[in-house]
């Protein structure tokens, strides 16, 4: 009688799960890349990590353009454009919460260009509504790859 430690007479030990030592055991991908695991645990979750990443990072900058859009605007518009620039902050914050949603990706990409068209008041506006814009075209398009 051979205990549960021990392996029988001419037989390989198991390890854990029926494996035997050295044998890596099977596990089902779904996820590929061309052929290529992608290795991300959660996929989904890490897709929304890199889109709320650039919309809090674009809250910043917006949040750094309030000193450069009270100085190089005109003295009647800078205070009307400061309160776009606190409300435009606000919405990309608040966005970043919606993007557990196919439809807070519409409301992303939406912010985008509704920051490219306040360039028509203030240049500023327009210029970090171009840079991450392009930025967030590159995050859908990885959304896509990695999603499919």
Not at 1 to 20: I, N, Q, S, Y
Not at 78 to 105: D, P, Q, Y
Not at 112 to 134: K, S
Request: hydrophobic share 55%; glycine share 14%; no cysteine.
């Amino acid at each position: 009688m051979t205990r549960p430690g021990e392996a029988a007479a001419g037989a390989a030990p198991e390890g854990p799960a029926g494996h035997t030592p050295g044998e890596a055991p099977e596990r089902e991908l779904r996820l590929t890349l061309g052929g290529k695991p992608s290795g991300l645990r959660n996929p989904s979750k890490a897709v929304r990590g890199l889109g709320a990443g650039l919309l809090v990072m674009e809250a910043l900058v917006l949040l750094l353009a309030l000193l450069p859009i009270r100085v190089l605007g005109s003295p009647s518009s800078s205070s009307f454009s400061m309160v776009v620039v606190l409300l435009a902050v606000l919405a990309a914050v608040l966005i970043t919460g919606t993007l557990g949603h196919r439809w807070g990706w519409w409301l992303g990409s939406l912010f985008q260009v509704g920051l490219i068209a306040l360039g028509f008041m203030h240049w500023a506006f327009a210029a970090v509504g171009v840079v991450f814009g392009l930025v967030w075209v590159y995050v859908l398009h990885t959304r896509r790859t990695i999603l499919g």
